[in-house]
C-alpha cells in the first residue's frame, strides 16, 4: 500500500484584509411602501430597517464582487496572483454554471486559482471562512478570497408584505492567510432541515420557465418562525462558538452577526449577556438583509467608521435559509 504525503500549509489561519461594495442606489421605506400597506415606523420597529442599497444592471453579482476584493486584496497588502482560492457565497447568481467565482478570480487578475461557489445562504460567509481555513493549514492555498455577494432585489416580491422591506444588495469580501497564532476559532455550524420550508424560494426555476406560475421567484419566510428559531436556537450556537475558542462574552470586543432584523440582534446579544463594552453591528439600518454578503460587509463597516480596530476579538455568526449556521470567533484584520 502507497503511503500518501499529507499537506503542509501554516499552524493557523487569519483574516489578513476586508473589503465591502454597497450598489449606489440607495431606496428608503418610502419606495418600499409604494407597493405594500405598512408604515415607515412599522418597518423600523420590526426590522431596524430604514434604507437599503439596489444594484442596477451594471453591478452584477459579478462587478460587486470585484470591487469589494481588490479593495480586501489591497488591505492585506498582497497581491491579486498571491490568492490560491476564491470562493464565492451566493443564492442570486443566476447561471447554474459555471461558476461566477471563476469570473471573478480571472478578472481580479488571479494566476488560475481555485474557484468555486456555494449555496448556503446567509450562513454563507461564515461556511466559506472555515473552507479557506482548512485550505491554508492543509497546504492547498496560501491566500484565500472569501466573498459574499447577493442581489437580493432580483428575488425580492415587493407586494409581500412579510419580506419586500428586508432585502438589500451587496458583496463583502475578505482575504484569509497564514498566522503564527490562532486568529480564527473553531467553527460550529450545521444544519436543520426539517425546518427548510421556513425560508425559501417561492417557486423553482423550472416553474417560471414552463409558463405554470406568472410571478418570478421570489424570496418567502416563515417570519415568526423564523425569530424563534433565530433568537433561541442561534443563542445556543453564539455560545458554543464562544466556548470552542476557549473564550467568555466578556473576552469579546465586537459582535457581528447576520445583519436579518435588529430584534434577533438584540435578543442575541441580551441571552449571550454582551457587556456594554461590546460593541454591536447594525449595519442592518442601512443597508437591510444582504445574506451572504451581511458579515463582511457589517465587518468592513465597523473597521472603516473606528467603531472596531485592528486585533479586536469578534463573535460572528450566520443563519438563514435551509436552515443553516455557522459561528466562530475571529480576530479582526
Given at each position: 500500500?502507497?503511503?500518501?504525503?499529507?499537506?503542509k500549509?501554516?499552524?493557523?489561519?487569519?483574516?489578513?484584509?476586508v473589503?465591502?461594495?454597497?450598489?449606489?442606489?440607495?431606496?428608503?421605506?418610502?419606495?418600499?411602501?409604494?407597493?405594500?400597506?405598512?408604515?415607515?415606523e412599522?418597518?423600523?420597529?420590526?426590522?431596524?430597517?430604514?434604507?437599503?442599497?439596489?444594484?442596477?444592471?451594471?453591478?452584477?453579482?459579478?462587478?460587486?464582487?470585484?470591487?469589494?476584493?481588490?479593495?480586501?486584496?489591497?488591505?492585506?497588502?498582497?497581491?491579486?496572483?498571491?490568492?490560491g482560492?476564491?470562493?464565492?457565497?451566493?443564492?442570486?447568481?443566476?447561471?447554474?454554471?459555471?461558476?461566477?467565482?471563476?469570473?471573478i478570480?480571472?478578472?481580479?487578475?488571479t494566476?488560475?486559482?481555485?474557484a468555486?461557489?456555494?449555496?448556503?445562504?446567509?450562513?454563507?460567509f461564515?461556511?466559506?471562512?472555515?473552507?479557506?481555513?482548512g485550505?491554508?493549514?492543509?497546504?492547498?492555498?496560501?491566500?484565500?478570497?472569501?466573498?459574499?455577494?447577493?442581489?437580493?432585489?432580483?428575488?425580492?416580491?415587493?407586494?409581500?408584505?412579510?419580506?419586500?422591506?428586508?432585502?438589500?444588495?451587496?458583496?463583502?469580501?475578505v482575504?484569509?492567510?497564514?498566522?503564527?497564532?490562532?486568529?480564527?476559532?473553531?467553527t460550529?455550524?450545521?444544519?436543520?432541515?426539517?425546518?427548510s420550508?421556513?425560508?425559501?424560494?417561492t417557486?423553482?426555476?423550472?416553474?417560471?420557465?414552463?409558463?405554470?406560475?406568472?410571478?418570478?421567484?421570489?424570496?418567502?419566510?416563515?417570519?415568526?418562525?423564523?425569530?424563534?428559531?433565530?433568537?433561541?436556537?442561534?443563542?445556543?450556537?453564539?455560545?458554543?462558538?464562544?466556548?470552542?475558542?476557549?473564550?467568555?462574552?466578556d473576552?469579546?470586543?465586537?459582535?457581528i452577526?447576520?445583519q436579518?432584523?435588529?430584534?434577533?440582534?438584540?435578543?442575541?446579544?441580551?441571552?449571550?449577556?454582551?457587556?456594554?463594552?461590546?460593541?454591536?453591528?447594525?449595519?442592518?439600518?442601512?443597508?437591510?438583509?444582504?445574506?451572504?454578503?451581511?458579515?463582511?460587509l457589517?465587518?468592513?463597516?465597523?473597521?472603516?467608521?473606528?467603531e472596531?480596530?485592528?486585533?479586536d476579538?469578534?463573535?460572528?455568526?450566520?443563519f438563514?435559509?435551509?436552515?443553516?449556521?455557522?459561528?466562530t470567533?475571529?480576530t479582526?484584520?
Amino acid at each position: 500500500m502507497a503511503k500518501i504525503k499529507a499537506g503542509k500549509g501554516a499552524p493557523y489561519a487569519r483574516i489578513l484584509g476586508v473589503g465591502g461594495y454597497r450598489p449606489t442606489r440607495v431606496v428608503p421605506n418610502e419606495v418600499i411602501l409604494e407597493k405594500i400597506d405598512s408604515s415607515d415606523e412599522w418597518i423600523r420597529s420590526r426590522s431596524g430597517i430604514q434604507t437599503r442599497h439596489w444594484a442596477n444592471d451594471e453591478e452584477t453579482v459579478a462587478a460587486m464582487s470585484i470591487e469589494a476584493s481588490g479593495k480586501a486584496i489591497a488591505d492585506a497588502g498582497i497581491s491579486a496572483e498571491q490568492i490560491g482560492a476564491v470562493v464565492v457565497s451566493t443564492v442570486s447568481h443566476f447561471k447554474q454554471t459555471p461558476a461566477v467565482a471563476t469570473e471573478i478570480a480571472d478578472k481580479l487578475g488571479t494566476d488560475k486559482a481555485a474557484a468555486f461557489d456555494i449555496s448556503a445562504g446567509c450562513a454563507g460567509f461564515g461556511y466559506g471562512l472555515t473552507l479557506a481555513k482548512g485550505m491554508i493549514v492543509e497546504g492547498s492555498a496560501e491566500y484565500v478570497l472569501v466573498i459574499g455577494v447577493e442581489r437580493l432585489s432580483d428575488l425580492t416580491d415587493l407586494e409581500d408584505r412579510a419580506t419586500a422591506f428586508l432585502f438589500g444588495d451587496g458583496a463583502g469580501a475578505v482575504v484569509v492567510g497564514p498566522s503564527q497564532e490562532p486568529a480564527i476559532g473553531p467553527t460550529v455550524w450545521g444544519s436543520e432541515g426539517d425546518k427548510s420550508e421556513t425560508i425559501k424560494q417561492t417557486v423553482p426555476w423550472t416553474a417560471y420557465r414552463e409558463g405554470t406560475v406568472e410571478r418570478f421567484p421570489a424570496i418567502t419566510q416563515e417570519g415568526q418562525a423564523v425569530f424563534r428559531w433565530a433568537v433561541f436556537e442561534m443563542a445556543k450556537v453564539a455560545q458554543q462558538a464562544l466556548d470552542a475558542a476557549g473564550i467568555t462574552s466578556d473576552d469579546l470586543d465586537v459582535f457581528i452577526p447576520h445583519q436579518a432584523n435588529e430584534r434577533i440582534i438584540d435578543s442575541l446579544a441580551k441571552t449571550l449577556k454582551l457587556p456594554e463594552s461590546v460593541t454591536i453591528a447594525r449595519d442592518i439600518r442601512t443597508t437591510g438583509n444582504t445574506s451572504a454578503a451581511s458579515i463582511p460587509l457589517a465587518m468592513e463597516r465597523l473597521l472603516a467608521t473606528g467603531e472596531a480596530k485592528s486585533g479586536d476579538t469578534a463573535l460572528v455568526i450566520g443563519f438563514g435559509a435551509g436552515l443553516v449556521y455557522a459561528a466562530t470567533v475571529v480576530t479582526l484584520p
